[in-house]
């Protein structure tokens, strides 16, 4: 691995002439007059000049070999300006030559806008493997959408959630190439776009590749209709310029629950539509003879981000069946053996369908294949003797309703989940049906992170004692080599030193806290920190009413034993999920309650972070002492933050969820905070749970839910509290108490943080728990997921 290592060599001088010469070209202006966002444009250019042959290389490499193409309707890239130069290897030199001309790098930094093109996970573990993949010399090409609108910017006005658009280019891309000459038709039943690729250069670490994450933009077709403008219908020509850059104009907000509104299915088949185009008109490009497109799964497999890009897969057919000639069974032979399929939760309300209606209003002859498809497969289960009865979970098409789910399973050659456990519900549960007849297909891909982001460029300080304590920096390229610092378990002075690291980070977060939040906070007490979307499985009120009781404990006893403790949470609702947005209200008229009351106030803080985002994330992970990871057991599919965390020295406070369980088994379960009911246990009261009889039998919890109706707590007549209180113990319209089980789990979280705030003063004892679970946390490296699906999967 070492021996391929290739830093670009900066040439100082050069650097800093093209530097200064960019600045002023772009700019027009005497270098003192520029301002710090062409400080930072210039510097993309600078850095984009020097990656520009590399990328060239690699892009027009002509050998003939398998390449993966990750489909996804979401990139969650973040802001690339730090992490590309990390990766070129040039960030400490590149910092010094900036400082000899008195530009503070941070400060350009901040002038960046995080390309914020998905909702949370997903989109997270898409750029990740973006990362892993060039890091790995893995041929791997991202597809997707350039949203005009990233994920809505979040204000927090009065406690509120609002939502403010996202114009991330509104100043330019200094990350992307327009590549005119790429662009595809997309034809819709009622409309006819352009699609226009924008390539984002993805470096890999220190290694020379670089690979292209290409994301499609809509726009008209002819720029203006001359046939309504030669009519004085100027109108008409402008409306159909708009309706044209509508399909990319937005990200939808939603993170699990999925949107049945045709301009959605719209920007799916757009992306898809354009990127198999693309495919395969490269694939006739290199493999002139094979008309028949024998080959073509053998050059190509195409890995499917859950179900938003599954409409490729009618796609490939229609390409391959009606503009190529191909005979149809063969087309579904090809295509069959050329996608994968991933799974990301296993709550019901994300499953896609599609009404047959909208499918027939944007690309009618997909539904024609789909139901082919659908047909056959019936037949299939009909000609083995299976009842209607049977047959009906398998069904692609039911009751008018396309079930992409489904569709994806039976094209695919493997179809996976993201942690062991949840990988085990979708086989025993979710998927059980398709389990039972092709259980050779399914398999579990444990999620991971890039460490270069998320420790390396994020975390400096960690970053330079490992390397300092470990003697050479290799562990960057294959972080399973972090459990060599085990060694030091029992050295005193290195675990000194992580203390102080860890402090530093803090009181950096503090600063950053005070700057944005206006709220003081006091680095010497615990971070506790819960930061990602809000939704009721991650039970982001159940760390609130938790908070809640213990204001109300500190406040009746002022002498009680407690180590100060700062609870931080942060996250976005999607914004017509009114529980959610409910969730976000409460947390922050706790904070204003708590933060403003003298009795307590020296002791507990709480503050709510507005706009949490990846480049919040990136101060906030290297800070904590606590990672909340308290999800309903057997609703998180994996989590991504928890590994973040972890890797950054964070004690993971969580249930027996996801790839919790995954990091309890790596760094001990003597190492972490584990609470609450296991899957099983849950799975078997369901049906006889009452949560009332938790709340009658706990006055802590009665004292905790009482309070969201009590008066003490202000909504601002929004109901939103009580709708909180009325989901847990006073269900309306038919919803079922308490699904999410929080009143069960209350005693046991309460006591877990007990136990934390007890053991926290013994800060040899905690210090080493952190070495261990930095130790142990390379397993949750994406280089090692996305090496297991080329091995496992892609078979390249
Ligand atoms: C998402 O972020 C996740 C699942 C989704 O299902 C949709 C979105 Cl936008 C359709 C998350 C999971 O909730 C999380 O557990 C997982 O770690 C992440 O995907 C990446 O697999």
Redesign the pocket.
């Known amino acids: 691995m070492k021996e391929e290592i290739m830093k670009i060599k900066l040439n100082k001088n050069k650097f800093m002439e093209d530097y200064i010469e960019n600045l002023q070209r772009i700019t027009l202006k005497n270098f003192e007059d520029t301002s710090d966002k062409d400080k930072y444009f210039a510097l993309c250019d600078t850095i984009m000049e020097r990656i520009n042959q590399e990328w060239r290389d690699c892009k027009n490499k002509t050998k003939k070999t398998k390449k993966a193409y990750y489909f996804s309707a ?1 990139f969650l890239v973040g802001r690339s300006l730090g992490n590309n130069l990390i990766n070129l290897g040039i960030y400490d030199e590149v910092k010094e030559l900036l400082d000899e001309i008195d530009i503070d790098f941070e400060s350009i930094e901040n002038f960046e806008d995080d390309a914020a093109l998905g ?5 997270r ?1 898409a750029a990740c493997f973006m990362d892993s993949a060039a890091s790995q010399k893995i041929d791997m090409y991202g597809y997707g959408v350039r949203y005009r609108e990233g994920l809505f910017k979040q204000k927090i006005e009065n406690g509120f959630q609002v939502e403010e658009g996202d114009h991330w280019i509104k100043d330019g891309d200094g990350w992307s190439i327009r590549v005119e000459s790429d662009s595809k038709i997309v034809k819709f039943r009622d409309q006819t776009v352009k699609a226009v690729p924008y390539d984002m250069p993805m470096l890999g670490f220190e290694n020379g590749q670089v690979n292209t994450l290409r994301l499609w933009q809509s726009e008209p077709f002819e720029e203006f209709d001359f046939s309504y403008f030669n009519n004085f219908q100027y109108d008409k020509a402008v409306e159909e310029k708009n309706r044209a850059e509508d399909i990319t104009r937005v990200l939808y907000p939603n ?2 629950q999925r949107e049945g509104k045709v301009l959605r299915l719209k920007q799916q088949y757009f992306f898809c539509s354009a990127s198999i185009q693309d495919l395969v008109e490269k694939y006739k490009k290199y493999f002139e003879n094979d008309l028949q497109f024998e080959n073509f799964s053998k050059y190509h497999v195409i890995q499917l981000n ?1 179900t938003h890009p599954i409409v490729a897969i009618p796609e490939l057919i229609r390409v391959l069946v009606d503009e190529n000639g191909i005979d149809f069974d063969r087309a579904v032979e090809i295509t069959k053996k050329t996608f994968a399929f991933t799974n ?2 296993v709550l019901q309300e ?1 499953l896609e369908t599609w009404p047959k209606d909208i499918m027939l209003e944007v690309c009618p002859r997909c539904f024609d294949i789909i139901e082919k498809i659908n047909d056959k497969l019936v037949e299939d289960f009909k000609a083995k003797g299976l009842s209607e009865e049977a047959i009906d979970p398998y069904r692609i098409i039911r009751y008018d309703q396309i079930r992409m789910a489904n569709l994806a399973i039976v094209m695919s050659i493997s179809v996976n989940g ?1 942690a062991k456990l949840h990988t085990k519900i979708l086989k025993d549960d979710t998927f059980n049906h398709w389990y039972k007849i092709m259980p050779e297909k399914f398999n579990n891909k444990t ?1 991971g992170i890039t460490p270069r982001r998320w420790l390396v460029y994020s975390n400096i300080r960690l970053s330079n004692f490992i390397t300092d304590k470990l003697g050479s920096d290799d562990w960057k390229y294959d972080l399973n080599k972090l459990k060599e610092l085990e060694k030091y378990l029992e050295d005193d002075k290195v675990l000194e030193e992580i203390n102080q690291i860890k402090y530093e980070n803090k009181k950096d977060l503090a600063r950053y806290i005070l700057e944005q939040e206006n709220i003081v906070i006091n680095p010497d007490s615990i971070f506790d920190i819960q930061i990602k979307r809000i939704h009721e499985y991650k039970r982001q009120h159940l760390n609130i009413l938790h908070i809640i009781n213990l204001y109300h404990r500190l406040k009746k006893n002022p002498d009680m034993n407690f180590y100060p403790t700062t609870f931080i949470l942060g996250g976005k609702a999607a914004p017509g999920y009114f529980r959610a947005k409910a969730i976000i209200k409460l947390a922050n008229e706790v904070a204003r309650v708590i933060n403003k009351d003298p009795d307590v106030n020296k002791k507990l803080k709480v503050v709510f972070i507005e706009n949490y985002r990846v480049s919040y994330g990136e101060k906030l992970f290297p800070a904590a002492d606590i990672s909340e990871q308290i999800s309903t057991a057997g609703k ?5 933050g928890n590994m973040k965390f972890m890797l950054n020295g964070a004690l993971t406070l969580g249930t027996y969820d ?1 790839a919790n369980i995954e990091i309890f088994e790596k760094a001990g379960v003597e190492n972490n905070y584990i609470f609450g009911a296991k899957v099983e246990e849950l799975n078997s009261i369901r049906d006889s749970y009452s949560p009332k009889e938790y709340y009658h039998k706990n006055s802590d919890i009665k004292d905790a839910v009482d309070s969201l109706v009590s008066g003490e707590l202000n909504d601002d007549n929004s109901y939103m509290f009580l709708d909180i209180y009325n989901s847990l113990i006073n269900p309306q319209g038919g919803e079922k108490a308490d699904s999410y089980f929080l009143l069960k789990d209350f005693e046991d979280y309460k006591k877990v943080h007990e136990k934390i705030n007890e053991e926290y003063s013994d800060r040899k004892t905690w210090d080493r728990k952190a070495l261990k679970n930095i130790a142990n946390a390379g397993y949750f490296s994406s280089d090692r997921t996305i090496l297991e699906y080329a091995k496992d999967i892609w078979k390249i």
């Open positions: 979401e909702n949370g996970g997903l989109g573990l993170d699990i859950d990301h939760t994300a993201v999620n998180e599919a994996s989590g991504t996801g």
